[in-house]
């Protein structure tokens, strides 16, 4: 990378999460001087990543000119698959979702019949989209990644997905790079993208038919060597004595607390439910047996969680999923759990909260993804 590329990554890197900025206010953020500054933004708006607009001052005097990412100067496909629904968007270079479509799924039918449906979807949202904007896809699963090869390994939920080429089966279809990640780490991604930019170590953990996490660490997403960092559903606990898990070791955290086991736990209690969605609506309205097996629940994630803490030392823990929406008991928990078993100071500036991100949270990560990926040029594929 020469240096003007590089001045530019750093232009570019301004703008996330900034809506618009002066030249001057761009001088400022990074230190580069007027000269570079100018010439970095006159090739960013020759290539239609940049455009100028003009904008009041703060302070109410005289109109000047500001610069944003241009919301017509790429698009990129997203695709998001959780155990029982799918949702297909494109987002643009400002990460706005321009247009998205939701489908329920059951995850475990195969990719035969899911993913033509997923990529005639995206063909359609595309359509109005000049070839030459359309700078790539994402796709999320609920998932272990191996990026490199582009496909699932192993999936516990995804039964018939094993070994899938999501890179020829999506990628080639639309002739794009194309990006697979794990829905943990999408959700990670947003959180810190949108709303914890300046932290630098943030821990998502997803509390949902699967457990899983997403490690951001210095300000990147951490994946291991192979992808499978922040599996911390199957960390295994000596207290469940014997559970049988459906990755088929015993004793996973997740052969407890995930929705999954949950379930399957309260029907033998007499109830008959189907997903996490139903134990939700369950503590909402207060059943005491329900919130015992989920405050039960909440105390083994916790010790996982504190495990992970004092491995990693994050200053946000940020807590997601229907399960811990549908109960403060979860939330609260994990923090009593978390404070008994780590150090003063692997908890001093430590913050245990839950996600203030919508239901989109996952195709907002993979829009910030992908836009990561394209303007770091990052060879995709
Ligand atoms: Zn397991």
Redesign the pocket.
Known sequence: MNSTSRSGQVLINCFRGRKSLTRFEIQDLTGLSRVTVSQGVQGLLGTNILVEREREASNGGRRGSALELNPHGGFIGLISFTATSMTIAVANLQGEITCSQNALIEIGDGPESILPKAVAALKLLFKSTPKAKRLGIVIGVPGPVSHLLGKVVSP?IMKGWDGVDFYREVGDAFELPTFLENDANLMAFAEHRLVYPETSNVILVKIATGIGSGLILNGNLHRGSEGSAGDI??V?LDSLSGTL?????IN?V??FAGGWALVERINKMGYSIKNSADIAELCRQGDSKILHLIAEASGYIGHVIADAVNLLNPSKVVIEGRIARGSDIVLATVKEVVYQRTGALATKNLEIISSKLGEDRTILGAAQLGLDLFFHSIPIV
């Open positions: 516990p559903g199957h295994q898990c459906r990755c088929g070791h996973c997740e052969s």
